[in-house]
């Protein structure tokens, strides 16, 4: 039974890890794509750590996944968090599927050509 759990937990992990993986290709902009890569980072891999630990049962497993999962929840978040301040302030550009921009006047925000990029047509 614990082989069954295991193997659902692991391949639901890898599954959203995939989905992951075709969001940062189909996703238009670095903000959507920081939102697929966070949710993949603590969800996919927390599941594929899960399933290990079910499928091994030992105390030291549970307490290095409980270790693990509890530094994934700690920092992917905050880390996710400074890359988009930064992706915003230096102007990366906005698709419209991002929505309404609620940080305009609130933070500085370089335009596309002081970031260096290339002009839209």
């Given amino acids: ?19 992951a993986a075709i969001g940062m290709v189909r996703l238009p902009d670095a903000f959507l794509r920081m939102h697929a890569a966070t949710k993949a980072g603590v969800l996919g891999a ?9 499928a ?7 307490l290095r996944v409980g270790l693990i999962l509890w530094f994934l929840l700690m920092t992917v978040p905050i880390a996710s968090h400074a890359l988009g301040r930064a992706a915003y302030v230096g102007g990366a550009p906005m698709a419209e599927a991002t929505g309404l921009d609620e940080l305009r ?8 050509e002081q970031a260096g990029s290339p002009p839209r047509e």
């Fill in 46 to 54: 927390g599941l594929v750590l899960l399933g290990i630990a079910v």
């Fill in 56 to 62: 091994d049962g030992g105390w030291g497993t549970w």
């Fill in 105 to 112: 006047g609130v933070l500085p925000r370089a335009t596309a």
């Fill in 1 to 19: 039974m614990a082989e069954v759990l295991a193997a659902i937990l692991v391949l639901g992990g890898s599954g959203i890890a995939l989905i």
